[in-house]
């Protein structure tokens, strides 16, 4: 699928990888709607990209919230042929420590965001993806889910989202599965240590030393080197319910 004349709905659009991803398939002649909740940021990127960039204030958890920002996108652009899930959060608990047993409300609020989100926001856009003429091939729609290295080597404290990210990995051959019959691919890009605006506050000492952990090269990735496999996802047709790590080769310790 080529990027040139598509629409992409970009959740998590307004900064890091999501942002950097929006960046580069405006660039390659795609329309893109950017879903985040950061007002400021998602109004400036679409300001800042101009024609054929829309902002949506949207909690991907929220059903109604998803489906009046999908109407709006295809009520402008027409269609929705890529959809690429980035938004998600963190959270560093142990299970039970100092401060006692790991809130079920905490646990829970990542699960919601992380995977739920991400169900919430796939189903709704395949949805419509289904109505698209189909191509060539057959296909009508790419789906992009973000996971983490965390789905494989959970460090201790990332209980909730080492599970929120291995159920990402976990539904992606389902999805496609599930999905084939209207020629929706499925793919899931598994990130390792990558540079967003959340590891931009640390020292630059700790981001040295984070990115000694890296096998090779002994960096953190860059929001762009995951907006470029993205782009190859979309590309690359026979590319079908697989799960890409773009970690530099690390494995993470326990902590």
Do not use: W
């Not at 998803?66 to 299970?95: E, K, L, Y």
């Amino acid at each position: 699928m080529e990027l040139e004349n598509k629409v992409a709905i970009i959740t998590g659009g307004a900064s890091g990888l999501g942002r950097a991803t929006a960046e580069k398939f405006h660039a390659a002649g795609a329309k893109v709607a950017i879903f985040d909740l950061n007002d400021e940021a998602g109004n400036a990127l679409a300001a800042a990209l101009g024609e054929g960039a829309l902002y949506r204030n949207v909690n991907v958890a929220e059903e109604e919230g998803v489906q009046a920002a999908i109407s709006d996108v295809v009520g402008q652009f027409g269609r929705i042929d890529i959809c690429c899930n980035f938004a998600g959060i963190g959270g560093a608990q142990r299970i039970l420590g100092k401060d006692g047993v790991y809130p079920l409300a905490k646990f829970r609020g990542v699960i919601d965001v992380n995977l739920v989100g991400t169900f919430n926001v796939l189903r709704l856009a395949a949805e419509q993806m289904a109505k698209n003429e189909p191509d060539a091939f057959g296909q009508r729609g790419v789906v992009i889910n973000t996971a983490s290295v965390a789905a494989y080597d959970g460090q201790i404290g990332q209980i909730a989202y080492s599970a929120s990210k291995a159920a990402i990995v976990g539904m992606t051959l389902t999805a496609a599965r599930d999905l084939s019959s209207y020629g929706i691919r499925v793919n899931t890009i598994v990130p390792g240590l990558i540079d967003t605006p959340l590891l931009a506050k640390l020292p630059q000492a700790a981001r040295d030393a984070l990115g000694q952990q890296v096998l090779f090269p002994k960096r953190l990735g860059q929001a762009e080197e995951i907006a470029a496999t993205a782009a190859f996802i979309v590309a690359s047709d026979y590319l079908n319910a697989e799960c890409i790590r773009l970690d530099g080769g690390i494995r993470m310790p326990p902590k």
